[in-house]
């Protein structure tokens, strides 16, 4: 019989607003392992029927659209306008997410996959609640000019050139990522050259294994 797969290598991804975190995220999981992306799961549960009515109850009928969506911008330009607001949206949206993504880690562990990529927007924030950080092997930050982050943003998701500083105010210090990181990955230029350095890290936790 030959011998069981290791577990999964598991990964945290880190850096800036509109960084490129995503993109390399994704490119990290590849074919083979699996990514874990918070934001998608966020909105899966905010627009399930149960969180519905509760942001219904908590910021009135107002908050969901004609179809009966949340509004993300106008949930958006409230939570980071009032941190009482942000407190509650999170008291019933949190302890879902943070199911849903230990489900799927749980889930891939069992199936072996040879790993785990993270995208979770707040995982440093958020250590004490959710526990993810010790659950990676490695932590990595995608570096990229502030400029060229408020410009993605802008063009990706019709933000004010000033927004992405806003709401970052409100988070850990780049820095202090920077400084968590284990390995840096500079998205400074095209993507090809994003692409080669992920195979690079790609390569040497295959020289790990081996």
């Not at 910021?59 to 939570?79: H, M, S, Y």
């Not at 849903?100 to 990529?117: C, E, F, Q, S």
């Not at 993605?152 to 050139?161: D, F, I, Q, T």
């Not at 990955?185 to 090809?192: A, D, K």
Request: aromatic share 4%; proline share 7%.
């Amino acid at each position: 019989m030959p011998p069981a797969a290791p577990p999964p290598f598991v990964i945290g991804v880190l850096g800036g607003i509109a960084s490129g975190k995503s993109w390399v995220a994704r490119a990290l999981a590849g074919s083979e392992g699996v990514l874990i992306d918070a934001d998608a799961i966020a909105r899966e549960v905010l627009e399930s029927p149960e969180v519905s009515s509760e942001l219904v109850a908590a910021f009135g009928p107002k908050i969901l659209l004609p179809n009966g969506k949340p509004d993300r911008e106008e949930l958006a330009r409230r939570v980071f306008a009032s941190p009482a607001e942000r407190a509650r949206l999170e008291s019933f949206t949190h302890p879902r997410i943070r199911a849903r993504i230990r489900a799927l880690l749980d889930g891939a562990r069992a199936r072996r996959v040879p790993r785990v990529v993270l995208d979770v927007p707040l995982l440093l924030e958020n250590e004490a609640a959710h526990g993810l950080v010790e659950e990676c092997h490695q932590l990595l930050f995608v570096d990229s000019d502030p400029q060229a982050r408020a410009r993605r943003a802008a063009a990706s998701r019709g933000w004010k050139l000033e927004e992405v500083a806003r709401r970052e105010a409100q988070q850990l210090p780049l820095e202090a990522k920077r400084a968590r990181a284990h390995f840096v990955i500079r998205n400074h230029g095209g993507l090809e050259e994003l692409e080669s350095q992920v195979h690079r890290y790609l390569a040497q936790l295959d020289l790990r294994a081996t």
